[in-house]
């Protein structure tokens, strides 16, 4: 994105609190981190937030060091043992479902059984599809269809658009709603979350959401703008 190095840049040197988000949690923050420096932006570990942490804050502050069956990667599962977490398939609190690059039947049959047992079904994010170079893959969302039509229990999805996970963020940070803005590319996600969180929000141009589809939403962004580079002398 042109100009993304240097908003960045610039967000470090003023010495406001940032955050990225995502709703992917296939990765930790570490991961996403050195992935971000090899596309040319320097964004620390810590300044990087996942669907997959703020489902662990979420599951930490709910049911404090309890049990869950994992369908993911190690962005999630490492999130979760962190805030002490038994990662199990016996009996488990919780089925967690995230992001995974090869989704198992056996898995899936598993979580639905547990699910059936009594298990509390959450998952990261309801995101239906995550691109690939091939095209589009089925993801988080789509794979907690199939685990709800199997079993007629909805899952609690903890990512955007969630407000939940804004709130996570804000807190991470230390961070007001009313001095805080979210920027973002979707007006199904970013946009509805930050309001739903007190924030302004500000929709750049440079990804899912086009100029003529803003009016179809019947809430509007506080801003909105080209690129992240017509930010860049706002900070």
Same mark, same amino acid.
């Given at each position: 994105?042109?100009?993304?190095?240097?908003?960045?840049?610039?967000?470090?040197?003023?010495?406001?609190?940032?955050?990225?988000?995502?709703?992917?949690?296939?990765?930790?923050?570490? &991961?996403?981190?050195? /992935?971000?420096? =090899?596309?040319?932006? $320097?964004?620390?570990?810590? !300044?990087?937030?996942? #669907?997959?942490? +703020?489902?662990?804050?979420?599951?930490?502050?709910?049911?404090?060091?309890?049990?869950?069956?994992?369908?993911?990667?190690?962005?999630?599962?490492?999130?979760?043992?962190?805030?002490?977490?038994?990662?199990?398939?016996?009996?488990?609190?919780?089925?967690?479902?995230?992001?995974?690059?090869?989704?198992?039947?056996?898995?899936?049959?598993?979580?639905?059984?547990?699910? &059936?047992?009594?298990? /509390?079904?959450? =998952?990261?994010?309801? $995101?239906?599809?995550?691109? !690939?170079?091939?095209? #589009?893959?089925? +993801?988080?969302?789509?794979?907690?269809?199939?685990?709800?039509?199997?079993?007629?229990?909805?899952?609690?999805?903890?990512?955007?658009?969630?407000?939940?996970?804004?709130?996570?963020?804000?807190?991470?940070?230390?961070?007001?709603?009313?001095?805080?803005?979210?920027?973002?590319?979707?007006?199904?996600?970013?946009?509805?979350?930050?309001?739903?969180?007190?924030?302004?929000?500000?929709?750049?141009?440079?990804?899912?959401?086009?100029? $003529?589809?803003?009016?179809?939403?019947?809430?509007?962004?506080?801003?909105?703008?080209?690129?992240?580079?017509?930010?860049?002398?706002?900070?």
């Amino acid at each position: 994105m042109p100009g993304a190095d240097e908003f960045i840049r610039r967000l470090k040197e003023s010495g406001k609190r940032f955050l990225v988000l995502t709703n992917n949690s296939i990765y930790t923050a570490r &991961d996403l981190s050195v /992935r971000l420096r =090899a596309a040319g932006l $320097d964004v620390p570990a810590e !300044s990087i937030w996942t #669907s997959a942490l +703020a489902t662990a804050k979420f599951l930490a502050d709910q049911r404090p060091e309890g049990s869950a069956y994992v369908i993911g990667e190690a962005g999630l599962t490492t999130a979760l043992h962190e805030v002490g977490y038994v990662l199990t398939d016996l009996d488990p609190d919780y089925v967690v479902l995230g992001e995974t690059r090869t989704y198992s039947f056996t898995s899936i049959t598993r979580a639905i059984r547990l699910i &059936d047992n009594g298990a /509390r079904f959450i =998952a990261t994010n309801p $995101d239906p599809i995550g691109p !690939s170079t091939e095209g #589009s893959l089925p +993801a988080c969302g789509a794979v907690a269809a199939m685990i709800t039509k199997a079993t007629g229990v909805e899952p609690y999805f903890v990512g955007k658009p969630n407000p939940m996970m804004m709130r996570s963020a804000l807190n991470q940070i230390d961070a007001h709603s009313e001095s805080t803005a979210m920027i973002g590319d979707r007006m199904d996600t970013d946009v509805v979350c930050g309001i739903e969180a007190g924030l302004n929000t500000i929709l750049v141009l440079t990804g899912v959401t086009q100029k $003529d589809q803003i009016d179809r939403y019947p809430f509007r962004p506080t801003q909105v703008v080209n690129s992240v580079a017509d930010l860049i002398d706002l900070v």
